[in-house]
């Protein structure tokens, strides 16, 4: 769309750079202040925005925040196609990992706050999850097409909540991050053997 | 230990009901005001008992919230002995399956307040984890001991990342509680084939 039908659809969109700059604010005043005490009026105080923009833009604080969350995450996990079952699963295990506590600190903040918001447990689930979880069940479909993987397997509907999972229980079990190393390993050991093919 | 033995060294226990009065208390008072607001002269005042006699008897507000919510789930997986590693597979997910949404958020609760607590954070490691971890690693033994499992099977160690990995994926990946016919269907299409059993 050119930039005059989108002023007449009443929506410019923001430069990337203006973009990844809200998106970092945002980021740091969760830090700061948690989901709950984090406002709109908040952000556009800190980078010097109007209210108005940010809802254009974004809708809803849940948006913006969830945005600003996948924004220092780039990838996903959408891209990943490697050729093979193991490979794919290796890569989803690398970019999965907990590479600092930053990371982990800021997810269950926000666990904890969609317990008692409704809007914001939506958008988490509508951008977050469901995204990942429609391409680690892609990567399952490109292995059965390749004939790599029996679709009569019946733990093939249970890779999200495999990765999840270990993702989660780590820390809790064994009081460490699920690292690179550990979910390596735990792909090796548990997610190849629960579908059938050993490495 | 005789009355008068206990009398003498200064920790008369409290009878059962009295124990269970108190826990139930304490459950409730978690639930209105949360385990950070949660105080030791709230559960005294709540129980018309001393704060000594609580000290006495748990040491700490974390010791005892977490004594009161253990006494929730009285048996624990420790007793489970079904005589085959599949047996024992179900009737642990039987045990751990979240059955009400009640359960769920007390212990999320309590996840977040371990955030910056880390004394909470030992209590819970010691006393609800460790005893859990260790009887599921006493299944995989007792199996091995059997000539059931390989002990050479990698995902042995992974039993219980497996278990507690799927009762909190579940609730993010599809937005339903980790049920009892959830877990089964897990164990029969997860833990067993990733264990080179297949049921």
Redesign the interface.
């Known amino acids: 769309m050119s930039i005059e039908a989108a002023r007449r659809a009443g929506r410019t969109r923001l430069s990337p750079e203006r973009e990844r700059e809200l998106y970092v604010a945002v980021v740091d005043l969760l830090r700061e202040v948690g989901y709950d005490a984090l406002t709109m009026d908040g952000v556009a105080a800190r980078t010097h925005s109007s209210k108005a923009t940010l809802y254009r833009q974004w809708n809803g604080k849940p948006e913006l925040v969830i945005a600003a969350l996948k924004d220092r995450k780039p990838a996903g996990l959408a891209e990943i196609d490697t050729g093979t079952l193991a490979g794919d699963l290796r890569e989803i295990a690398r970019q999965m990992a907990t590479e600092g506590e930053e990371d982990t600190?800021l997810m269950?903040?926000l666990?904890?706050a969609m317990?008692h918001d409704a809007d914001l447990?939506r958008v988490f689930?509508e951008s977050l999850?469901a995204p990942e979880?429609a391409a680690l069940h892609r990567v399952v479909d490109r292995a059965i097409a390749r004939g790599e993987l029996d679709p009569k397997?019946?733990?093939r509907?249970?890779l999200?909540?495999?990765m999840?999972?270990?993702l989660?229980?780590?820390p809790?079990?064994d009081?460490r991050e699920a690292d690179r190393a550990y979910l390596r390993?735990?792909v090796?050991?548990?997610?190849l053997?629960?579908?059938?093919m050993h490495p």
Request: overall charge positive.
């Open positions: 600190g269950r903040a666990l904890h317990e447990a689930h999850v979880v397997v019946p733990a509907i249970f999200p909540h495999l999840v999972g270990a989660i229980a780590r809790l079990v009081s390993k735990y090796d050991a548990v997610v053997p629960a579908l059938g």
